[in-house]
Each structure stands twice: as C-alpha cells, then as structure tokens.
Nanobody, 124 residues
C-alpha cells in the first residue's frame, strides 16, 4: 500500500497564502503522477492540480490557474501545492493523490491512491 501524508492546511484570510505538502511512502511504482484534489461540503471532489512523473507537465483547473503552483521532488517522493491569492471558494478538504503512469509526462485525471486530507479554510 501507498501511504500519503499531507500537511500545511489551516485557516487563512482571503488573499493570503498556504503551502500544502505531501510525502509518499510504502509501495513504490516505477513512475507515477501526483496530484491535489479538493472537496468542499456538498460538492464533488475535483482535481485542482497535478504534475507528471518527469515534472515537465502540469495541470491546473480553471478555478485555481494562475494562483496555485504544484511542484514535486521525485527523489524524495514529495509534492507541494503553493496556494496564493486564496478565495473563500477555495475552502475545502485537500487530498494528495498518486497514480501510476505508463509515460513520464502523463497527467491522469483518475487517482487510485489518496491521503487522509488536510483542511483549508479561507475566511473574509
């Protein structure tokens, strides 16, 4: 099994910043993409950012593009999500996820391995 441990959530005012981190351990894959998904109360879980195994390809949802930045250190099996200019609508539980891939620049939309999540709350 893959263990994913997130950290860095918390309470921040609108316009502020937070940095989420995730460390993967346990079962390893030859190549895997890493992503961050979020789920707000009453809403479906959505993929907000992802990064390929090589780090050369990234994905951002329209709702966070230009404000969030994803990065990874494959040697350390970690992924980071820098969140700037936070809005009230960014309030959600954020989940780190990994997905094995066949190609090093691949960005999957479906993820089979999840962390426990970390809460991000943006207040006015």
């Amino acid at each position: 099994q893959v263990q994913l441990v997130e950290s860095g959530g918390g309470l921040v005012q609108t316009g502020g910043s937070l940095r989420l981190s995730c460390a993967a351990s346990g079962r390893t894959f030859s190549a895997y993409a890493m992503g961050w998904l979020r789920q707000a109360p009453g809403k479906e879980r959505e993929l907000v950012a992802a990064i390929s195994w090589s780090g050369s390809t990234t994905y951002y949802s329209d709702s966070v593009k230009g404000r969030f930045t994803i990065s990874r250190d494959s040697a350390k099996n970690t992924v980071t999500l820098q969140m700037d200019s936070l809005k009230l609508e960014d309030t959600a539980s954020y989940y780190c996820a990994v997905q094995p891939v066949a190609f090093t620049n691949q960005i999957p939309r479906k993820y089979d391995y999840w962390g426990q999540g970390t809460q991000v709350t943006v207040s006015s």
